[in-house]
Every structure is written in structure tokens, then in C-alpha cells.
């Protein structure tokens, strides 16, 4: 404020620090062709891989590229709801909107045949003994929905663990 | 300076909603168009550059889900503008300047469906003074058209053969959204929406995507028999506040286009980036075009008007006119911002 002279009725009056100006903005989102068909696989329990024709690579979720090469996929994988912990993190901070028991774990899973993985819940096992490579299988909802929400945690198999490359599938 | 020139470019065709396609589903076809075009893959573009806003898209960092469309592995030399995609060119224009390379592949997209877009556009506003009121786009366009008609720059008979002129012409472009026009006097009879502007005066809402590759010189001319050059472009902005503006001229645009050297020869042909019709007698006078000018044969942005994209599409347009032989030297033009706040201008000539 240095060199700004204020009239004497505004001198002594507290600063304003901030201002707040809520903006709420509503969107109707389109999911587009290949994750279309992937939501409807997850309404029937089914989680719905598309390979890709250059590289081979089964993309899951699918987004209507393989982004490994800019390609379409349309080729229909079907995959298992079982498969193995790739990565995981505990988490220890309640955010809005979870009603999650702290702490919990996420964690990606993928499934047996596909070359990426699902983002889900790790439950039915004490945080502390969660790892990378243990076998796990999706515990769905009784009501599945074109949501991927419909898998409501993943739990331990007990099959034993299996090696895991650096950040890809077993 | 290196020469560069545009040597492919393709568009979608332009729809009020792309609901069956998200963002990526419906740019990848403009990519491989652009790179088949050409009997090239992306290992053989040597920087890539996008345009697309997050607001649009209501998704944060929706630009990364779209380079799923490119193939981008082995890792490619990328940037982004969360601006109309023309700005992405110009900076695949400077890279190449640099010498850093040789192509580019540059493109643009935006849904405008998914979202309230005039008030989707409130928020690129002074977040202090003005965004919390929530002025809407076509409000803010209509006081400029006001400013104007009251400056005597333009009349409401102008403004309606301007909107009757663009969408005529877009009869004969099979990627415009609205093609064919009544008579101006009888859009003149339909009331006023935002007064003074009716329907007409402003440009439909759209969703498309367009991809424009550059090659320097040599490079280029393998690439093509029919290269377009930029033999200049330049970009400018006036103040972000509307009220320290006059409405009625943009200086920005007028600069730009001494830079990029409009008047360093005749001009054929302009693709004009004036969403609203009063804007197009804006541009026309900062540009210092004159009535032999052909404006808008594409129809303009009056005819398709996906944000992001429809500037590049101007640049895209002038290009694929010249390369035809319908044009020796045109100039291509972009905005940015409520009331033409930034501008670009590109002046473009054929091979002979």
C-alpha cells in the first residue's frame, strides 16, 4: 500500500485479506463409445478389457485409444474379477465425501490377462498386511450399476503372492 | 527466419452435441487424417502441440486423456495452450524457428455441449470485479454490438447480411454446423435476444476438433506438392479489463497484423475468427481489408464455432483455399476472449 493515500473516513479500517466468490459450474459428461461399453460390462459384473491391434496391450479401463499408440480398440476382452496388487498406498486423512474407516488402502489391481489396472479399495484384511503382488478378487455390489463404484472393495484371495514387474502386470 | 508452412489439415464435422464420442473418440479420425494425408506416423513429427480448456471439458487435466489420440510412446516433445489452438500453432511456429524441429502437429478440440457456455465462459473474467457477476458471453458480445451501432460502425442491416452472408456460404462446406440463411430482412423481423443482437448475430454452439501439421522448407515440400506458406504471424491482447477498452476498434488486432504484414501485399481471401457478426466489421477495419476481399467462404465462425478449435480452423481453411488455387494470399485471424480480446493474425501464400 506504500504511496496510496486514503481518504480519512477508510484509514482505519481492517484491510480486506480476501474475498470469496462461490462459482458452481454443472456438467453432463459424455462417456463416450468405448467407456460406454465398458460401464455396461461392469452393470452385469463383468470387467470388459479392449486389446489393442498394434501393440497387443489389453487396455483397461478402455477410453477409445490405445495410448501406447493412438489407436482405436474394439476388440472385446473379457476379465477375470480376480488378480493381483501392483501398487497401493495408505491412507491416513479423512477427506470430504469418503465415509472410509481410517486407514484404509487403494490401490491398483490388475486383472488376470488385462495390462493395466483398476483403481478400487483394498478390504477384508488389516491395512498393515496389504502387499504388492498379493492375489485379491473384486467383492461387488448386490445391485451392480454402469459404475465403477460397483465394485465396492477388493479382497485376499490367499492364493499365494506372485511376482510383479516394475509397475506393469503379474 | 525459417520458412514454414501448413501442409495438411483436417476437421470434424461440427455438431451442437457430441454425444456419442467423448474427447478423444471424437479428435483421434482429424489425427490420422492429417498424418495419413501426409503417409506419416508420429515418430516422424518431431513436436506436438494442443490447444483445449479443462472448463470446457469440466474434467481437470483433460488434455492428458487426450494424448491417448496422438500415440504418444516413445515419449514425444509435447506442449500444451489452454487457448484457441491457433496460439498452439504459433508456438510449434516459434519451435521451429528454433531449429528444435522440423514438423509439427498441432490441433485443437473443445466440446461446448456438456456445460452452460455462456456461463462457462464468466469465468475467464477479472476474478475480482467482474466474474462474480456472472456476466454472460452473449451479454458482453452484445455490448460491444451496441458500442458499435451507437459509434456508427456498423448497422443492424449490416450486422444481418454479415450472418445471412456466412451461413449461405457454408452451403458448400460440408463440416459447418448451420448452413443456408433467410434474407437479412427477414431475420430482421425475428426479436432481439440480447439487444441489440437477434439469433443471427451469434455464432452456433459447437463440438469439433481440427489438426493442422507444419513443415519447415525442404521438409515441407517433400511433404506436399501444394506447401502454404506463413509468411507472418504475430499475436496480440488488449487489457483483460472490458471497461478501460474501446469496444468499438481492436488495436491488438490492427498490431498483430502490421507485425505479421498484412498490407505487404494484396489479400484474397480472409477467415475471419468474429463469432458475433459485429465483429467481423471490427476486424475488418483493424485489419485495413477492403471490400474486393473475400471473407469467410467457409462460413465462418457464425457457421461452426467449436471453441479451441475454430480459430486453428481459420488458419486451416485460408490454407486448404490457397492450396485448391481458389486463393494466391490470405489472411487467417484468431481470438481468444470475451470482445476479441487477443488476436492473432496469419498471412498465408501459395508455392508460385
Same mark, same amino acid.
Given at each position: 500500500?506504500?504511496?496510496?493515500? #486514503?481518504?480519512?473516513?477508510?484509514?482505519?479500517?481492517?484491510?480486506?485479506?480476501?474475498?470469496?466468490?462461490?462459482?458452481?459450474?454443472?456438467?453432463?459428461?459424455?462417456?463416450?463409445?468405448?467407456?460406454?461399453?465398458? #460401464? /455396461?460390462?461392469?452393470?452385469?459384473?463383468?470387467?470388459?478389457?479392449?486389446?489393442?491391434?498394434?501393440?497387443?496391450?489389453?487396455?483397461?479401463?478402455? /477410453?477409445?485409444?490405445?495410448?501406447?499408440?493412438?489407436?482405436?480398440?474394439? %476388440?472385446?476382452?473379457?476379465?477375470?474379477?480376480?488378480?493381483?496388487?501392483?501398487?497401493?498406498?495408505?491412507?491416513?486423512?479423512?477427506?470430504?465425501?469418503?465415509?472410509? %474407516?481410517?486407514?484404509?488402502?487403494?490401490?491398483?489391481?490388475?486383472?488376470?490377462?488385462?495390462?493395466?489396472?483398476?483403481?478400487?479399495?483394498?478390504?477384508?484384511?488389516?491395512?498393515?498386511?496389504?502387499?504388492?503382488?498379493?492375489?485379491?478378487?473384486? +467383492?461387488?455390489?448386490? %445391485?451392480?450399476?454402469?459404475?465403477?463404484?460397483?465394485?465396492?472393495?477388493?479382497?485376499?484371495?490367499?492364493?499365494?503372492?506372485?511376482?510383479?514387474?516394475?509397475?506393469?502386470?503379474? | 527466419?525459417?520458412?514454414?508452412?501448413?501442409?495438411?489439415?483436417?476437421?470434424?464435422?461440427?455438431?451442437?452435441?457430441?454425444?456419442?464420442?467423448?474427447?478423444?473418440?471424437? $479428435?483421434?479420425?482429424?489425427?490420422?487424417?492429417?498424418?495419413?494425408?501426409?503417409?506419416?506416423?508420429?515418430?516422424?513429427?518431431?513436436?506436438?502441440?494442443? @490447444?483445449?480448456?479443462?472448463?470446457?471439458?469440466?474434467?481437470?487435466?483433460?488434455?492428458?486423456?487426450?494424448?491417448?489420440?496422438?500415440?504418444?510412446?516413445?515419449?514425444?516433445? %509435447?506442449?500444451?495452450?489452454?487457448?484457441?489452438?491457433?496460439?498452439?500453432?504459433?508456438?510449434?511456429?516459434?519451435?521451429?524457428?528454433?531449429?528444435?524441429?522440423?514438423?509439427?502437429?498441432?490441433?485443437?478440440?473443445?466440446?461446448?455441449?456438456?456445460?452452460?457456455?455462456?456461463? +462457462?465462459?464468466?469465468?475467464?473474467?477479472?476474478?475480482?470485479?467482474?466474474?462474480?457477476?456472472?456476466?454472460?458471453?452473449?451479454? $458482453?458480445?452484445?455490448?460491444?454490438?451496441?458500442?458499435?451501432?451507437?459509434?456508427?460502425?456498423?448497422?443492424?442491416?449490416?450486422?444481418?447480411?454479415?450472418?445471412?452472408?456466412?451461413?449461405?456460404?457454408?452451403?458448400?462446406?460440408?463440416?459447418?454446423?448451420? /448452413?443456408?440463411?433467410?434474407?437479412?430482412?427477414?431475420?430482421?423481423?425475428?426479436?432481439?435476444?440480447?439487444?441489440?443482437?437477434?439469433?443471427? &448475430?451469434?455464432?452456433?454452439?459447437?463440438?469439433?476438433?481440427?489438426?493442422?501439421?507444419?513443415?519447415?522448407?525442404?521438409?515441407?515440400?517433400?511433404?506436399?506438392?501444394?506447401?502454404?506458406?506463413?509468411?507472418?504471424?504475430?499475436?496480440?491482447?488488449?487489457?483483460?479489463?472490458? @471497461?478501460?477498452?474501446?469496444?468499438?476498434?481492436?488495436?491488438?488486432?490492427?498490431?498483430?497484423?502490421?507485425?505479421?504484414?498484412?498490407?505487404?501485399?494484396?489479400?484474397?481471401?480472409?477467415?475471419?475468427?468474429?463469432?458475433?457478426?459485429?465483429?467481423?466489421?471490427?476486424?475488418?477495419?483493424?485489419?485495413?481489408?477492403?471490400? &474486393?476481399?473475400?471473407?469467410?467462404?467457409?462460413?465462418?465462425?457464425?457457421?461452426?464455432?467449436? $471453441?479451441?478449435?475454430?480459430?486453428?480452423?481459420?488458419?486451416?481453411?485460408?490454407?486448404?483455399?490457397?492450396?485448391?488455387?481458389?486463393?494466391?494470399?490470405?489472411?487467417?485471424?484468431?481470438?481468444?476472449?470475451?470482445? $476479441?480480446?487477443?488476436?492473432?493474425?496469419?498471412?498465408?501464400?501459395?508455392?508460385?
Amino acid at each position: 500500500m506504500s504511496g496510496l493515500v #486514503l481518504p480519512e473516513r477508510l484509514r482505519d479500517l481492517e484491510p480486506v485479506r480476501s474475498i470469496r466468490t462461490p462459482a458452481r459450474l454443472e456438467y453432463t459428461y459424455t462417456a463416450g463409445q468405448a467407456t460406454s461399453r465398458f #460401464l /455396461r460390462g461392469i452393470a452385469q459384473r463383468k470387467i470388459l478389457g479392449e486389446r489393442c491391434h498394434v501393440c497387443g496391450k489389453v487396455i483397461l479401463p478402455p /477410453r477409445g485409444a490405445c495410448p501406447v499408440d493412438g489407436v482405436p480398440t474394439h %476388440e472385446q476382452v473379457e476379465l477375470p474379477d480376480r488378480g493381483t496388487i501392483t501398487t497401493f498406498c495408505v491412507v491416513n486423512v479423512k477427506f470430504s465425501g469418503s465415509a472410509m %474407516e481410517l486407514p484404509y488402502v487403494c490401490a491398483t489391481v490388475v486383472p488376470d490377462g488385462s495390462d493395466m489396472g483398476l483403481f478400487g479399495m483394498v478390504q477384508e484384511i488389516p491395512f498393515d498386511r496389504i502387499r504388492i503382488g498379493m492375489r485379491v478378487e473384486a +467383492v461387488w455390489d448386490d %445391485e451392480p450399476r454402469p459404475d465403477l463404484a460397483s465394485i465396492k472393495w477388493w479382497r485376499p484371495t490367499g492364493e499365494p503372492d506372485v511376482q510383479v514387474d516394475e509397475g506393469r502386470g503379474a | 527466419m525459417r520458412e514454414v508452412a501448413v501442409v495438411a489439415f483436417a476437421q470434424t464435422r461440427h455438431e451442437r452435441r457430441q454425444q456419442a464420442l467423448n474427447e478423444v473418440e471424437m $479428435l483421434m479420425p482429424v489425427l490420422h487424417q492429417v498424418k495419413e494425408e501426409l503417409g506419416i506416423d508420429q515418430s516422424q513429427i518431431d513436436f506436438t502441440c494442443s @490447444g483445449s480448456t479443462d472448463y470446457l471439458a469440466g474434467t481437470a487435466f483433460s488434455f492428458v486423456t487426450t494424448l491417448d489420440a496422438v500415440g504418444a510412446w516413445p515419449p514425444i516433445v %509435447e506442449s500444451h495452450v489452454e487457448m484457441d489452438a491457433a496460439w498452439a500453432l504459433y508456438e510449434a511456429w516459434v519451435k521451429i524457428q528454433t531449429g528444435e524441429a522440423d514438423t509439427a502437429l498441432v490441433y485443437g478440440y473443445g466440446k461446448s455441449s456438456p456445460g452452460s457456455l455462456r456461463d +462457462v465462459l464468466s469465468r475467464q473474467l477479472d476474478p475480482y470485479y467482474v466474474a462474480p457477476l456472472w456476466p454472460d458471453s452473449v451479454a $458482453l458480445a452484445a455490448l460491444q454490438a451496441r458500442a458499435c451501432l451507437d459509434a456508427g460502425i456498423t448497422t443492424v442491416e449490416e450486422m444481418a447480411e454479415i450472418a445471412a452472408r456466412s451461413r449461405r456460404a457454408a452451403e458448400s462446406n460440408p463440416y459447418a454446423q448451420l /448452413r443456408g440463411s433467410e434474407d437479412p430482412s427477414v431475420l430482421l423481423e425475428e426479436p432481439e435476444i440480447a439487444p441489440p443482437l437477434r439469433r443471427h &448475430d451469434c455464432p452456433p454452439i459447437s463440438d469439433g476438433a481440427a489438426a493442422v501439421v507444419l513443415a519447415a522448407g525442404d521438409r515441407a515440400r517433400e511433404l506436399t506438392d501444394r506447401p502454404v506458406w506463413i509468411r507472418g504471424i504475430d499475436h496480440r491482447i488488449d487489457a483483460h479489463a472490458l @471497461g478501460v477498452r474501446d469496444l468499438t476498434a481492436s488495436p491488438s488486432t490492427a498490431l498483430a497484423a502490421e507485425r505479421a504484414g498484412v498490407a505487404d501485399g494484396p489479400v484474397d481471401l480472409a477467415e475471419l475468427h468474429a463469432p458475433f457478426t459485429h465483429q467481423e466489421v471490427v476486424l475488418r477495419r483493424a485489419l485495413g481489408l477492403g471490400d &474486393d476481399v473475400v471473407v469467410n467462404p467457409s462460413g465462418g465462425p457464425l457457421a461452426a464455432n467449436p $471453441l479451441i478449435a475454430a480459430g486453428l480452423i481459420r488458419i486451416g481453411e485460408a490454407a486448404a483455399r490457397i492450396a485448391r488455387g481458389e486463393a494466391r494470399r490470405a489472411v487467417a485471424h484468431a481470438t481468444n476472449g470475451p470482445c $476479441l480480446q487477443q488476436n492473432l493474425v496469419c498471412v498465408l501464400e501459395g508455392s508460385d
